[in-house]
C-alpha cells in the first residue's frame, strides 16, 4: 500500500546488513527503493563519535530504532493488511511493520534460534 492509500505491486527483500528493501515493481528503472525498514541509521552513524583507531565497521554501526540486529531471513505480506510486513531474523526475532510509516510495530522475541521462515 502506498502512503497515499493506494494500492500497488511491491516486493520486500530481506538483507545482510539488517534492512529490509521495499520496492515499487510499478516503478520502472527504479533505482532506490520506496522504502527502507530497519538497518543503519546514516544520520546517527555520521555524528557518532569517532574513537581514533579503526575498529570493524560492523562494531560502529548505529541501527534505526526497531532494526533487526542480525541478517534478515524470512518475509511475509499480511494476506488482508497489504501494508504490514512481517519479518524473520537470525538475531531470534520476529517483527511487524508498518510499510507506510516505516516503523517497527512490534517485536517478538520468544525464539531460542534463528527464524529462518514465516507463513
Do not use: Y
Request: charged letters at 25%.
Amino acid at each position: 500500500a502506498r502512503q497515499s492509500g493506494g494500492a500497488g505491486s511491491f516486493a520486500a527483500i530481506g538483507t545482510m546488513d539488517t534492512e529490509i528493501e521495499v520496492w515499487d515493481l510499478d516503478c520502472i528503472d527504479s533505482m532506490v527503493p520506496v522504502a527502507v525498514l530497519g538497518g543503519v541509521d546514516e544520520d546517527a552513524q555520521a555524528s557518532a563519535p569517532s574513537k581514533g583507531k579503526k575498529k570493524k565497521k560492523k562494531a560502529n554501526k548505529v541501527l534505526k530504532a526497531g532494526s533487526h540486529k542480525d541478517a534478515v531471513l524470512g518475509l511475509s505480506w499480511h494476506q488482508l493488511q497489504r501494508h504490514v510486513l512481517a519479518t524473520a531474523s537470525a538475531d531470534k526475532t520476529v517483527k511487524i511493520w508498518d510499510v507506510p510509516r516505516e516503523a517497527c510495530l512490534h517485536t517478538l522475541t520468544h525464539h531460542t534460534d534463528k527464524v529462518q521462515t514465516l507463513q
